[in-house]
């Protein structure tokens, strides 16, 4: 590990480390851990284990189905990824549960500017004790249930990571794509070939006017969104433009004033 780094510090504990590490290993994560923007670690409860069998679960107190994981190797392990942490920054613990905060856009970019050790549960849950002694918050990546917060922690690790500065290739992509900014979901893209079965990419993204495609491009965001999510509209930052251009698309949507689309 890097003394004194400036990468964003992520440590997993979990049971399945060879899961949470293949998130480092492909693609935009791992290109970010080798731009040495963000540094991944993970830490098995199995190994602060002190008994034979190396037991982490037991059955729940009170009866029922399944098995708890216990507090001890949980805490060891938190314990020992907290102190490996380099960062002077304040180190937050995240339990990943589906009974935690919904995870978004907004708390993504909260959650990339601090490093954090992401605990990721198994089988019916984790003893409350733990939770209560150890965690900071709790977060959801839906309303169901995983097996496991592994791959809830990798969804954080990849939201994450794209918001680090010099992950992205081009700067803007971050700040272009859906909710980010604007608050807008993004407009649909086309590469080559032209033709594809039959079906044309747009004249003008073709025309070479740039005035024009970011005018398209937005009536097209725009669009969506007030098809697909008109949640996001009203927190949008929307233009005088914008809204003229809503007007325009609702219009042609309607055209005789109907409230239905
Ligand atoms: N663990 C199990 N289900 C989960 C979910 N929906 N979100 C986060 N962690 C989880």
Same mark, same amino acid.
């Given at each position: ?13 979990? *049971? ?15 290109? $970010?851990?080798? #731009? ?6 993970? =830490?098995?409860?199995?190994? =602060? ?11 729940? @107190? ?18 020992? $990824? !907290? ?11 995240? @339990? *990943?549960?589906?009974?935690?905060? &919904? /995870? ?14 992401? !605990?990721?549960? &198994? @089988?019916?849950?984790?003893?409350? &004790?733990?939770?209560?002694? &150890? ?8 309303? =169901? ?18 918001? /680090?500065?010099? !992950? ?18 993004? =407009?649909?893209? @086309? ?19 740039? +005035? #024009?495609? #970011?005018l398209w491009r937005r009536y097209q965001s725009l669009e969506r969104t007030w098809r697909r999510?008109?949640?996001?509209? +009203? ?8 809204? /003229?251009?809503? #007007?325009k698309i609702i219009k042609a949507a309607r055209p005789n004033g109907s409230s239905e689309s």
């Amino acid at each position: 590990m890097t003394i004194g780094t400036s990468a964003t510090e992520i440590a997993v504990v979990t *049971l399945f480390p060879g899961l949470v590490n293949a998130v480092g290993e492909c693609g935009m994560t791992a290109r $970010a851990v080798s #731009k040495g923007c963000l540094e991944l670690s993970t =830490y098995n409860p199995r190994d =602060y284990t002190t008994d034979r069998h190396r037991t982490v679960d037991d059955r729940p @107190y009170g009866g029922g189905p399944g098995m708890v994981l216990m507090s001890g190797p949980l805490d060891a392990a938190i314990t020992d $990824a !907290v102190a490996n942490i380099q960062s002077q920054q304040r180190v937050q613990v995240v @339990y *990943l549960s589906p009974q935690g905060q &919904r /995870l978004e856009h907004r708390l993504v970019c909260e959650l990339a500017s601090q490093p954090m050790v992401l !605990v990721a549960g &198994r @089988y019916e849950g984790v003893d409350e &004790r733990l939770l209560q002694a &150890r965690v900071d918050r709790e977060i959801s990546i839906g309303d =169901y249930v995983l097996s496991g917060g592994e791959l809830a922690a990798m969804v954080v690790i990849d939201a994450v990571a794209r918001q /680090l500065p010099g !992950v992205l290739g081009h700067q803007d992509s971050a700040a272009e794509e859906s909710f980010a900014g604007t608050g807008l979901l993004e =407009y649909p893209q @086309y590469t080559r070939p032209e033709n594809f079965q039959g079906m044309q990419v747009p004249e003008v993204l073709t025309s070479g006017n740039h +005035e #024009k495609i #970011k005018l398209w491009r937005r009536y097209q965001s725009l669009e969506r969104t007030w098809r697909r999510r008109p949640d996001l509209l +009203e927190n949008a930052q929307l233009s005088s433009e914008d809204n /003229l251009m809503l #007007k325009k698309i609702i219009k042609a949507a309607r055209p005789n004033g109907s409230s239905e689309s």
